[in-house]
């Protein structure tokens, strides 16, 4: 098993956790009575998810902090600085706007919100069977990191750093860490040297604990979808087929059409070469579904297995963690296209275009959490006039099926960040490296 590289054990890790998660639901479903042991393992898989998932948020805080005061100080001159930062959202909005309309093109060729009246019914009754209570609280957490655009600017500039750090919310620390990297780097040496000495052994620190946080992913990832596919199962999955379909398509083809093509136009750059060095980021992506807490992993892969330096890495990550979303983006675009076609809802294509204009502006807001992306929808639903009942019915059957798809758009999020971080290190003049020593 020792020789077997990480991101082999964590994938091995991930199929073990399909096997027991789905042979564990199809015991519940056969017998009447749930056997006491499906709940000991759920219990104990959660327990140990619950424990991973807590290791790599704890470090996200004085990463992000540690790293963008770090990267920041080492752009030399103002010129860089608005040079990577101007490349940064270029590169953002060409692949946010590029997954949208993946998503835009697949839902209308396919039209999966036309199902047969039977299906139709069917879905309505497995809608209604979802407790509520549950989807409050998805709405509920996902709002902690939403609320609107206006409040997008106000969070990057929070009146209390603390309390925006107690609360996680990211972007007010970014703004901070850019602040103060930009200006350390501008203060009498005899001062810089020890402030940089402090802020770089701090960071050493937390990348060592970050390490060590990762030998436990095989295990954690375990833990973490085993009781998701136990309770949820794929039942709620096979009867939305077509529309999950269109959104799988969709992130197929974005994840390995668009941003290969753009790897290979923009930074010369094989897929493959990048998408093994991602490996245990994508995999931690698609466990965890919280490209926030995935951050740790998504910048340890991109500095030491793709080779970008922490000058860049640090300064894109942290903010395509928190504004680049394009598996949400596309995602969002599908749902409220799909809702539209199967409560018979006439979209033409000027609001179509409204849809995607919504999609990636409410993207950027959706915070880096599991299933944050439903609060956006209910915002962009209302904003093209569904009415509430239509709302309310729509979001909640997305709900039954979203564990699934957030898994795998948060991939695509993560996947997002990491090329554009590649291209961008590419344009810097930077060779990066993608040699097997650094990928076990
Ligand atoms: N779970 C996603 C992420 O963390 C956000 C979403 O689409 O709900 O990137």
């Not at 979802?130 to 957490?141: G, H, K, V």
């Not at 204009?357 to 904003?383: E, F, K, M």
């Amino acid at each position: 098993m020792n020789k077997l590289s990480f991101h082999h054990k964590v994938l091995i890790s991930l199929c073990l956790a399909f096997g027991v998660g789905l042979w564990a639901n199809f015991s519940l479903d056969e017998s009447t009575q749930p056997p006491v042991w499906i709940g000991w393992l759920i219990q104990t898989c959660e327990f140990i998810g619950k424990l991973f998932l807590n290791g790599l948020k704890m470090v996200v805080i004085p990463l992000v902090l540690t790293s963008v005061i770090c990267g920041v100080s080492q752009i030399s001159g103002d010129r860089d600085f608005g040079r990577l930062g101007i490349k940064t959202l270029l590169i953002y909005s060409l692949t946010g706007l590029l997954a949208v309309t993946t998503g835009l093109l697949c839902v209308n060729l396919l039209q999966p919100g036309l199902v047969d009246p039977e299906i139709k019914e069917a879905i309505l009754a497995n809608q209604q069977s979802t407790s509520l209570p549950s989807l409050d609280r998805a709405i509920e957490t996902a709002n902690n990191g939403w609320s609107n655009l206006a409040q997008i600017l106000h969070r990057m500039v929070p009146p209390n750093l603390f309390s925006a750090a107690v609360e996680g919310q990211l972007l007010g620390l970014i703004c901070f860490g850019l602040l103060f990297g930009f200006f350390l780097g501008r203060i009498k040496p005899e001062l810089r040297n020890g402030q940089l000495n402090f802020w770089q052994g701090f960071q050493e620190i937390i990348l060592k604990i970050t390490n060590f946080i990762l030998g436990f992913a095989p295990v954690g990832i375990f833990g973490l979808v085993t009781p998701t596919l136990a309770k949820s199962g794929l039942d709620a999955f096979w009867l939305m087929g077509g529309f999950a379909l269109t959104v799988f398509l969709a992130l197929g083809i974005h994840g390995l059409l668009v941003l290969p093509i753009l790897l290979k136009l923009l930074g010369r750059i094989r897929f493959l070469d990048h998408y093994r060095a991602m490996t245990p980021a994508l995999l931690t992506a698609f466990s965890t579904a919280s490209s926030s807490a995935t951050l740790p992993v998504t910048m340890e892969c991109t500095n030491k297995r793709v080779g970008v330096s922490s000058k860049i890495s640090s300064f894109t990550l942290p903010l395509g963690a928190t504004l680049n979303m394009d598996g949400t983006a596309l995602f969002e675009c599908i749902v409220v296209i799909f809702l539209a076609q199967f409560f018979g809802i006439e979209m033409g294509w000027v609001t179509q275009f409204s849809v995607v204009l919504l999609a990636l502006l409410t993207s950027v807001g959706v915070a880096g959490i599991p299933s944050a992306s439903l609060v956006a929808i209910l915002v962009i639903l209302q904003a093209v006039g569904f009415d509430d009942h239509a709302i309310a019915t729509g979001v909640g059957m997305i709900y039954v099926v979203d564990r699934i798809l957030d898994m795998s758009r948060t991939m695509i999020n993560v996947l997002g960040d990491s090329c554009a971080a590649a291209i961008i290190g590419k344009s810097e003049g930077e060779s990066g490296y993608y040699n097997k020593a650094h990928s076990s």
